[in-house]
């Protein structure tokens, strides 16, 4: 068993903070087991509150308007780029590896082959600060020679279905999106036209309105999960291949923090 403390009703809720990447009941019910955990680790509620969107999310962390969160690689190497990385509870692990890839896509049947190809052709990607729906994708279309004039038409979607969607509907000859979502429309006759370079996966943080005591037991607890079968059965409900939450630095970001440099230069910023 995971040690706990009674949960003390009376105290106002923690907030564990999560970004839209899913809709928003989805997300709730998938983080609710890992809340309950959590809530017993430390004697105290622990309510899962989903973000309007991503920026609204990252504004949320930095002002400490939530007690924790979990957050996409891209958001928190923003933070990070501006000195305020918040305190590192856990990455998560998936099959064994803290790393995870996107997919640039394309529908089967189309001349697209190269990122080269695009030229000339409609783009879709997720939210704005989405690490594989826009982002990483982004820098990879740069190094192929595309940038955004060189596109009939580049258009934000807000989530990866949507992007799937919009590619399978023939809206878009392309589009970017993490790789489970293209296991899921790969079938339905989605193609793959370039992976992403490896990145490191997404992460808890803690906010400034936690003491240390209260962050180490969280630590504690997120790393602990995997070696008892309630922990597990929590983080394989926020993701079926999860194995694991394993510790953190900010250097596991720094792939990352160097392409999104190169994106700011450019004029893309997260």
Excluded: C
């Excluded at 004697?43 to 999310?57: A, E, K, P």
């Excluded at 918040?86 to 001349?111: D, N, Q, Y």
């Excluded at 005591?213 to 394989?236: M, N, P």
């Amino acid at each position: 068993m995971i040690g706990s403390f009674p949960v003390r009703a009376a105290e106002p809720p923690l907030v564990l903070a999560i970004h839209p990447y899913r809709p928003a009941t989805t997300l709730v019910q998938v983080f609710q087991p890992l809340a309950d955990i959590l809530g017993q680790s430390l004697g105290r509620t622990v309510q899962v509150d989903i973000s309007y969107d991503y920026q609204t999310h990252v504004d949320r962390i930095q002002r400490d308007q939530v007690d924790l969160a979990y957050m996409g690689p891209a958001a928190f190497v923003g933070m990070w780029a501006n000195g305020d990385p918040k305190r590192l509870l856990g990455r998560l692990e998936i099959a064994g590896a803290p790393t995870f890839h996107g997919m640039i896509v394309t529908s089967e049947g189309s001349p697209v082959h190269a990122l080269s190809d695009l030229h000339g052709k409609r783009m879709a990607f997720g939210d704005p600060l989405s690490t594989m729906s826009h982002l990483v994708p982004r820098f990879m279309l740069l190094q192929a020679g595309v940038g955004e004039s060189d596109l009939a038409d580049m258009q934000f979607l807000g989530s990866h279905d949507d992007v799937a969607l919009g590619v399978l509907m023939g809206r878009f000859d392309a589009g970017a999106v993490k790789q489970e979502v293209f296991d899921k429309y790969g079938p339905r006759g989605l193609r793959g036209l370039q992976a992403t370079p490896e990145i490191s996966e997404h992460v808890f943080v803690a906010s400034d309105r936690l003491d240390q005591t209260q962050v180490d037991k969280l630590r504690r607890t997120l790393i602990g999960l995997a070696g008892h079968k309630e922990g597990l059965t929590a983080l394989r409900s926020i993701k079926s291949t999860a194995s694991g939450i394993v510790s953190a630095t900010v250097e596991d970001y720094r792939n990352l923090r160097d392409i999104l440099a190169d994106l700011k230069k450019r004029g893309i910023a997260p």
